[in-house]
């Protein structure tokens, strides 16, 4: 995958998750915000910060979430991105991350 590909794979999973954050967060308990290439999700009780963004050089989107870091590269076949080792896909790591935030389950 070169740069301009990953940079438009990128946009669409970062667009596409915004998407999701927005109407989930209608009914849910956090913000998102998509500003700067970067989406960020907040939380008031508990406080806390989760932020996901493509990092280039390396051809991976980077989440930050409960004090933990995770790299997820694009999978081809399934035409998303994912943690290698577990499959987890970018929405379902989101879904997850933020159903232990809140104390209950969300779907994205």
Do not use: C
């Not at 939380?43 to 933990?68: G, M, T």
Request: aromatic letters at 10%; zero cysteines.
């Amino acid at each position: 995958m070169d740069e301009q590909e990953f940079k438009t794979e990128a946009d669409r999973a970062l667009n596409s998750l915004y998407k999701k954050l927005t109407t989930a967060s209608e009914t849910s308990d956090f913000e998102a915000d998509f500003n700067s290439g970067a989406l960020s999700v907040e939380f008031e009780e508990p406080p806390a910060k989760f932020v996901i963004s493509p990092n280039s050089p390396v051809r991976q989107i980077w989440v930050s979430a409960h004090s933990r870091s995770f790299k997820l590269d694009w999978d081809a076949a399934q035409r998303t991105f994912v943690i290698r080792d577990t499959g987890e896909t970018l929405a379902m790591l989101m879904q997850n991350a933020i159903s232990q935030q809140l104390g209950r389950g969300i779907t994205l």
